[in-house]
């Protein structure tokens, strides 16, 4: 049985891309796949788009066999009739597996600005979805509730009795990652806690991720406290930027103690974590699901700080991390503060965080849990 992985394959890397690539990578040795990528949206999206409902439809006339799509599942409306709905038609006319993975928290505000036309076209779709993989437990409640307010009148393959099929994969920390990983040096790092502090902050520079507040913080602790610290900024602007971000970014360039990196990549990002005592990301961001940022900083033995969105809480759980009731430039700082005076909590906090994150987010876990799944699908298929 083939495996038809569909997503986008071009274009800036993101935390979706990541993902699929991954899928590919964890299925490419033992299962017979190919990849439909949907086309990045350039001045050549028409022509490419032509081509890749083309290459849909060569599927739909030549493969009479039983086939498996793997659908990386888009949450705008543009993006759905474009990308997601050629797919799930297809899928849902050949009778084939459906397996739907979900990166992104919004997937109910997607379905809340629908019309009822487009609810009732989704609740035809999404009635054969054989699986979904999700992130954690908060993607999986909002696919329930979502599955609710479809109100499907008969029992689908991945719900029935509000019970959701639904399988974890958290994402995984890259491979590359590994040429600078050393344990002595983490540890070093950990132990000097409280001597030295770094402070770190690495995403895209958009105001909903929390950079305005991070700034705004740093600041504040160091001219009201007596903490010696320097601090770090990693990310790039997207589109147009508010004149709040655009101020605080220009008084960031201007402080000799924050260093504003823009992107960073290979070898400077991992060497700036491994260098990074603490790091925060105190993010309001209403897509916000399970932050890379914060799964890579984490590997490093940083401490972390952030906030209730996504699935951040239960990545930041059981003592691995701090979580802020709320995103305000004081909290951040009360909480900076704390950890660099409960020196021994916080050590045990970064070696926490360490471990589980070596253990949970490797490549191989990640493989093995898609390899299973998809196994699973084959046999009942």
């Known amino acids: 049985m083939k495996i ?21 990578d964890s ?30 439809v060569y599927i739909l006339i030549f493969d009479k066999n039983k086939k498996v799509f ?3 599942v888009h949450r705008t409306r543009i993006s759905f009739w474009l990308r997601d709905f050629p797919v799930l038609s297809f899928s849902y006319i050949t009778n084939s597996n459906l397996i739907c993975h979900l990166v992104g928290s919004d997937i109910e ?63 995984f920390f890259p491979i590359e990652s590994d040429s600078l990983y050393d344990e002595k040096k983490i540890e070093k790092k950990i132990n000097n806690f409280g001597r030295e502090i770094y402070i770190g902050y690495m995403s895209n520079l958009i105001e909903e991720k929390g950079i305005v507040e991070y700034i705004e913080a740093v600041i504040s602790l160091k001219e009201k406290t007596n903490i010696s610290f320097k601090a770090w900024i990693g990310g790039i602007t997207l589109g147009n930027i508010s004149p709040r971000l655009k101020n605080a970014l220009v008084t960031a360039n201007k402080k000799e103690y924050i260093e504003v990196c823009g992107l960073l990549k290979g070898d400077d990002k991992w060497n700036k974590l ?5 790091f925060i990301l105190p993010s309001y961001y209403k897509s916000e699901s399970l932050p890379l940022s914060l799964v890579e900083a984490m590997r490093f033995g940083s401490l972390c700080i952030s906030s209730d969105v996504g699935e951040i809480k239960n990545l ?38 360490n471990s589980y ?25």
């Open 4 to 24: 038809y992985l569909c997503g986008s394959f071009d274009g800036p890397l993101t935390g979706q891309m990541q993902t699929l690539n991954g899928v590919y």
């Open 27 to 56: 299925l490419k040795e033992n299962f017979k796949i190919s990849k439909i990528n949907f086309p990045y949206k350039d001045f050549l999206f028409p022509f490419k788009w032509v081509l890749f409902t083309f290459n849909l």
């Open 70 to 72: 793997y659908l990386l």
């Open 109 to 171: 505000i997607f379905f809340n600005k629908l019309n009822l036309v487009e609810k009732f076209i989704l609740r035809k779709l999404y009635s054969k979805v054989d699986h979904w993989v999700v992130l954690g437990p908060v993607m999986e409640n909002q696919l329930k509730n979502l599955y609710q307010k479809l109100d499907i009148n008969k029992p689908c393959p991945c719900f029935s009795q509000g019970t959701l099929k639904a399988t974890t994969v958290g994402g």
């Open 274 to 278: 491994m260098s990074t005592n603490i």
């Open 316 to 353: 930041l759980s059981n003592e691995r991390g701090i979580i802020l009731e709320e995103v305000k430039t004081e909290n951040i700082t009360n909480s900076i503060k704390k950890s660099s005076e409960n020196i021994e909590i916080s050590k045990n906090m970064m070696r926490r965080s």
């Open 357 to 381: 994150i070596s253990d949970e987010f490797s490549f191989d876990s990640f493989k093995s849990k898609i390899e299973n799944l998809v196994k699973n699908i084959l046999v009942k298929g």
